[in-house]
């Protein structure tokens, strides 16, 4: 029941707190939307003061002089006297500080506070995020274990090379999966594959057709479970909807959306041969890479140098030889996948069971299904990591091992080119030796020549072997003197061989009096520099020897994941930034409760449905929620605020009562709308948007935002027409005029 207390006194919006209240959530909106970074200046002495004291309190290693000629040098070489920070203003800050300003200047308090995570009038932030987050790892270890991926490789060879049907069978793949595990792991894996899909086909101009298909599809069948989508368990929790009920109630508008939306995609937003071809040439992969054992994507380093070379040769056909294979010989755990599936499917089942019997035994938090099944799941992925740890950690040594070895021969074949172009430039002169060291010198004031070696040739001429150069060209060890002196023995035999350099066994000797005061400079620069040497490789030794809590915590997560890849995957991909968003949004929504901004807007929209009836409800909720999923702090924050406004609208409603057909069509129009805007105007309209266009910015396909909006505006115009259409069918056939009763 919604509590009807003072809460709906629209006077209340007149006192300042309410109106700084209200321009609070419209900025925070804004940042959300648009976000951007605060630039911080601190002085370097407090910068490095606060960097020093936390080095000697261990927790981080000692900071690094600056260098006369560092990055933090101005234009003039000098060291700026401040550090620049940037603070960054998005989806978790910006909610954030909204509530903590509020709070200081006391437009909330601890009622606010306390209503928007304990939870109120039926909707209760805590048991919502304990859920989904529960659920979403089950969802996420199946994604790990490499089931979607090995799902849509299959769908892929069932599709062949003919366009049409590939598109159709990816198409009703997405839609049936995100139906069953939610939108999230089908962003997360299916974006990726295709990417890669597009990549390594010789005739898809441009990837758009088939990822803004899987995105729109994605969020469509996420409206019909209620496990799906976490705007799905506020709507349900706010109304005391019944899994199955809502289920039931929502799936016709969904099904008849996804099947009317397909050739509406096919034929006319994507209706072009380069989008869409009819057949599709895909590359061939080669005998010996469908041959090899696929890798464990979880385990780090486990692709070694091919991860690298695809981003360094991204384009080329070597880059699309690497994609191909991460598509066409994909990694799947079968006992995980197993596992995981039966997982899911118990929970779900006894979510259903449990939820349609709530009304007769009384309502249970429904985390206490996922939990535990979560909790079963983690152990199983640890059980799993701790049995083949010694495979995992070998495939993750080799890797690495390949990776520094690739390096290397990356930094010895870019000296072996400048070495080579150089030589060649002098070769072009015609010069000699002499003008060799010349153009060295001209080319680099500061180079200095090596010292001649010492060579020692034995009495019958026969070996030369080098040694190292005589006593006073060597620099002295750190702790040896600069006068002392090498014994003879480091540069003379017993079997009397005799010292000579090699000019004067092989060459004639070329007078270098003119250099000798020029190669003594260079030679005491030289020992300044190696001295220098030492004492930085002395203190970068001391410096990794030194256990510092940043170390360990990053030595800890290194070993965790090479132990434990699948668990420590899962826990790196939970959507951790959804908790301090959605209880801040929350928050945010309840202090327009209180300030009377909700009764205002509830005012509105009672007037509107006053005017328009059971149509215009549905019509005017669907707009609404598309529109404020844009604008108001995604689909979450939508749905938080607009489940308070038709809580509101039953309390303060004159006149009539609220008909039973013309409540529930304006609830469930707004499950399709807060559903379906996701894929509307801006990427800020989900959090699965922003996670999709990041995944897309990683495998080299940049979606700019006026192109998301241009190319999402006719696909959400025809998905919401026929799902309001279908529903106003709906609700009119199964429900009547009788009022509607809680």
Request: aromatic letters at 10%.
């Amino acid at each position: 029941m919604v509590e009807t207390t003072g809460d709906y006194d629209t006077n209340e919006i007149k006192t300042w707190r309410s109106i700084i209240t209200l321009i609070v959530f419209c900025l925070t909106n804004i940042a959300v939307i648009f976000p951007f970074h605060i630039p911080i200046c601190l002085p370097r002495a407090v910068s490095n003061s606060i960097l020093d004291t936390l080095s000697a309190l261990r927790i981080i290693p000692p900071r690094e002089r600056t260098s006369p000629h560092g990055s933090d040098d101005d234009c003039n070489g000098k060291v700026k006297p401040y550090v620049r920070f940037n603070f960054p203003i998005n989806f978790v800050t910006a909610p954030l500080i909204a509530d903590l300003f509020l709070l200081a200047i006391l437009a909330i308090g601890r009622r606010e506070v306390h209503d928007g995570t304990i939870g109120a009038d039926s909707i209760e932030p805590i048991d919502i995020m304990a859920f989904f987050l529960s659920l979403a790892y089950i969802a996420i270890s199946i994604d790990a274990s490499g089931l979607i991926r090995y799902l849509a490789f299959r769908v892929l060879q069932w599709g062949g090379t003919v366009g049409h049907r590939l598109f159709f069978y990816l198409y009703a793949f997405f839609f049936g999966l995100a139906s069953f595990i939610g939108n999230d792991p089908i962003i997360l894996s299916g974006t990726a594959f295709l990417a890669y899909m597009t990549r390594v086909s010789s005739n898809i101009v441009h990837p758009r057709a088939w990822i803004h298909t899987q995105f729109a599809v994605a969020n469509v069948a996420s409206a019909i479970l209620v496990s799906s989508n976490p705007t799905n368990l506020v709507l349900a929790g706010a109304f005391n909807i019944t899994f199955i009920k809502y289920t039931a109630n929502i799936i016709v508008p969904v099904v008849v959306t996804g099947i009317v939306l397909f050739p509406f995609l096919l034929y006319i937003v994507f209706a072009s041969e380069p989008l869409i071809p009819v057949s599709i040439k895909m590359h061939e992969l080669p005998e010996e890479a469908k041959a090899r054992k696929p890798v464990n994507p979880n385990i780090p380093h486990a692709r070694g140098t091919a991860e690298e070379e695809e981003k360094a040769l991204a384009g080329g056909e070597e880059s699309k030889l690497l994609s191909l294979e991460e598509i066409m010989n994909p990694f799947l755990d079968k006992k995980g996948a197993a596992f995981g599936a039966v997982i899911m499917t118990a929970v779900l089942v006894t979510l259903l069971a449990l939820n349609a019997a709530s009304q007769s035994t009384g309502e249970h938090p429904v985390f206490w299904v996922t939990l535990p099944g979560a909790f079963v799941m983690f152990c199983w992925d640890v059980a799993f990591g701790w049995i083949h740890r010694h495979e995992t950690r070998e495939i993750a040594r080799n890797g690495r091992q390949e990776k520094e070895r690739a390096k290397a021969e990356r930094i010895a074949k870019k000296e072996e080119e400048e070495e080579a172009a150089r030589r060649a430039s002098l070769e072009r002169a015609g010069a000699g030796p002499e003008a060799e060291h010349a153009q060295m010198q001209s080319l680099d004031p500061d180079s200095k020549l090596p010292p001649t070696p010492t060579v020692l040739v034995s009495e019958d001429g026969d070996d030369l072997t080098n040694i190292s150069p005589p006593a006073a060209m060597l620099p002295p060890k750190p702790h040896q003197s600069p006068d002392e002196k090498i014994p003879n023995s480091a540069i003379s035999t017993p079997n009397e061989k005799y010292q000579a350099s090699p000019s004067s066994s092989s060459h004639p000797r070329h007078d270098t009096s003119g250099m000798t005061s020029e190669r003594n400079l260079d030679e005491k620069k030289r020992d300044m520099d190696l001295k220098d040497q030492e004492i930085s490789d002395e203190t970068s030794q001391k410096t990794r020897e030194r256990a510092t809590l940043k170390s360990l915590v990053l030595n800890l997560y290194n070993w965790l994941q090479v132990t434990f890849p699948t668990a420590t995957t899962v826990f790196s991909h939970l959507p951790y930034a959804l908790v301090p968003f959605a209880f801040s949004m929350f928050v945010l929504v309840q202090a327009l409760v209180t300030k009377g901004w909700v009764a205002v807007f509830a005012h509105g929209w009672d007037h509107w449905v006053n005017k328009t009836g059971t149509v215009g409800a549905v019509g005017g909720m669907a707009f609404l929620s598309v529109i404020l999923c844009n604008f108001a702090g995604t689909n979450i924050g939508t749905t938080i605020l607009l489940s308070r406004v038709i809580q509101a609208w039953q309390v303060i409603h004159k006149g009539p009562p609220i008909s039973d057909r013309t409540f529930w069509a304006t609830i469930y129009s707004m499950a399709l709308g807060v559903n379906y805007g996701a894929f509307s105007a801006a990427f800020s309209a989900s959090l699965a948007g922003l996670l999709w266009r990041d995944i897309l910015g990683r495998k080299h396909i940049r979606v700019k935002r006026l192109e998301f909006a241009r190319v999402n505006l006719p696909i959400i115009a025809i998905a919401m027409t026929v799902g309001c259409v279908v529903l106003v069918a709906e609700v009119y056939i199964i429900r009547d005029t009788t009022p509607y009763t809680s």
